[in-house]
């Protein structure tokens, strides 16, 4: 048992949850190095913590609780005013301006994307979600990966970034809208190509 000082069973906590913590650290930080060094200072916090841990809370909240606390609290870490606008997922210059015949109608339609029964990304499709999920506002990119890549419910986001449901819902479909504009501008490049 943790509770209990096993050390085993900590490094077997940080063998399960290390490369989740670490993945979520360098997306906010886009840092390599210094992600891995506020991860080792949340994992130093997790250990002298543990006693105060709530077992109603699932554990990989906490954690994630934990780390995001240490990233928010760098100085360079806090995201400048503005940083969370939503940019438009799909550029205004694809429709029709007010005026032109058949104003607000795609001026140049969205390119097919290949059909997928089960979606394997390609080397390639995952090079550019990794650049769009980069790219992101901090908290669009926390938000996308807590939620999309981790797993984790509204309700555990809410706790961990002290956010309504209706601005998680806000910043992820914000965040997935980039992304998509991302792989359309991908295969619209693409099928150009040929």
């Known amino acids: 048992m943790i509770a209990g000082g096993s050390e085993a069973a900590f490094l077997a906590l940080v063998d399960r949850h290390q490369t989740a913590l670490l993945r979520m650290a360098?997306?906010?930080?886009?840092?390599?190095?210094?992600?891995?060094?506020?991860?080792?200072?949340t994992w130093l916090a997790?250990?002298?913590?543990?006693?105060r841990f709530d077992?109603?809370?699932?554990?990989?909240?906490w954690l994630f609780g934990m780390l995001l606390r240490h990233l928010r609290s760098l100085a360079f870490a806090v995201e400048p005013p503005g940083m969370c606008e939503?940019?438009?997922?799909?550029?205004?210059?694809?429709?029709?301006?007010?005026?032109?015949?058949?104003?607000?109608?795609?001026?140049?339609?969205?390119?097919a994307w290949p059909g997928r029964v089960r979606p394997e990304l390609s080397v390639a499709e995952r090079g550019v979600l990794d650049k769009a999920i980069r790219?992101?506002?901090r908290m669009?990119?926390?938000?996308?990966?807590l939620r999309d890549m981790e797993g984790l419910t509204s309700e555990h986001?809410?706790?961990?970034?002290?956010?309504?449901?209706?601005?998680?819902?806000?910043?992820?479909?914000?965040?997935?809208?980039?992304?998509?504009?991302?792989?359309?501008?991908?295969?619209?490049r693409r099928s150009g190509a040929r």
């Open 86 to 111: 939503v940019r438009a997922a799909i550029d205004p210059e694809r429709f029709a301006a007010p005026g032109e015949r058949w104003a607000g109608h795609w001026k140049r339609p969205p390119v």
């Open 157 to 188: 986001l809410g706790e961990i970034l002290d956010q309504s449901e209706a601005e998680l819902s806000a910043l992820l479909h914000a965040a997935r809208s980039q992304l998509r504009a991302a792989l359309d501008q991908y295969y619209e």
């Open 26 to 41: 360098e997306y906010w930080l886009e840092d390599e190095a210094t992600a891995e060094v506020v991860v080792e200072q």
């Open 55 to 61: 077992a109603r809370t699932p554990l990989r909240v």
């Open 140 to 145: 669009q990119r926390a938000v996308l990966v």
């Open 135 to 137: 790219a992101l506002p």
């Open 46 to 51: 997790v250990l002298g913590q543990l006693e």
